[in-house]
Structures are given as C-alpha cells and as structure tokens.
C-alpha cells in the first residue's frame, strides 16, 4: 500500500452525515475505490477491521473523523491528476458495502487537478 501526503478525497456535509450513520451502527469503517472512479461510480464502504488492503491500493486520504479512502492502484494511476469528492444520492449501495439497504448510496464525484508542469 501507498500513500500521498495530499489528501486527495473531500466529502460533502451529506456524505459525513451519512457515514456518521454507519459508523454509529458499525463501528470504525473505510472506503475503497476500484472499478470505475469516474463521477458516478460508487465507492465500497466496508467495517475497517473486515477489509485487507491490497499492496498495491493506496490511500488518497482521509474523511470525517480519520476514515481511510483507498483506491486500487491500476485505477488510481489512471485518476491521479483527479481528486475524488464522495456524496450521497438515492439509491442502492453495493452489495457487500454497508451502504446497501438504506435507500441511499455513497457516489463518487471528481474534480481534475492542475497537473505540475
């Protein structure tokens, strides 16, 4: 596993209210992005002490209150000059993310970074 020491995820007010949901029913958790990340897609919520992290996912950073976002390390080179915002919308979660089964999900939005020249 890899980090950046720029957090590149953000979350909205609606995101962190949500995942204070979970987190309440849960405990700790973390997210992980593989598969998609473009605007649209849904990150993976799972329970913190649940999941492995692969060697080669890597942290983007952290939301709330310290909560990990990880993205697979194919998918983050291909979004690197990306910064993943995570909000909410109606909807199903996946099926093993702890969003699934509320009526609403966690869905990623990006905004490009200005790329060192």
Known sequence: MSSHS???VSATPDALAFLAEIVADHGPVLFHQSGGCCDGSSPMCYPRAEFRIGENDVLLGHIGDDTPV???GAQYEMWKHTDLILDVVPG???MF???NGRERRFLTRSTVCAVPG
Do not use: A, E, P, V
């Open 92 to 94: 199903r979660g996946g």
């Open 6 to 8: 720029k957090n590149k």
């Open 97 to 99: 993310s702890l969003d």
């Open 70 to 72: 990880y993205i697979g």
